[in-house]
């Protein structure tokens, strides 16, 4: 009967742990900070928009109409798109992240979480 030591045992796993953890942690955080600069970026700029057009109605230099219609289809299309979008997010994350580490895929939540 041959000893194995614990270290043997348990080598691989805390040094996945001690590694791809902190990294996906950082990841996540990166990638949650990145995804928050877009979107206020994105905002002001339709927010800027908005009130320059409110003022350019204002002062009779435009006459703004709005096709509620054509806003209802686009806003379905929409939804509609970010649904199948989803489902092949969600798709692509059963697969493809079952080959990537546990402590990887937790970091990276957990930096997502607290990003």
């Not at 949650?32 to 206020?40: D, G, R, S, W």
């Not at 939804?79 to 895929?105: C, H, I, N």
């Amino acid at each position: 009967m041959t000893s194995t030591s614990l270290l043997t045992l348990l080598g691989p796993p805390i040094a996945e742990l001690g590694f791809s953890g902190p990294a996906g942690y950082a990841l996540g955080y990166f990638v949650k900070k990145i995804i928050k600069l877009l979107a206020m970026i994105v905002l002001e700029f339709i927010g800027f928009e908005l009130i320059f057009l409110s003022w350019l109605e204002s002062i009779g230099v435009i006459t703004v109409t709005v096709n509620m219609d054509a806003a209802n289809t686009w806003a379905s299309s929409t939804m509609l798109w970010v649904s199948s979008q989803a489902s092949d997010l969600t798709a692509f994350a059963t697969t493809a992240l079952t080959a990537v580490s546990v402590g990887f895929t937790g970091g990276f939540a957990i930096g997502l979480a607290r990003a």
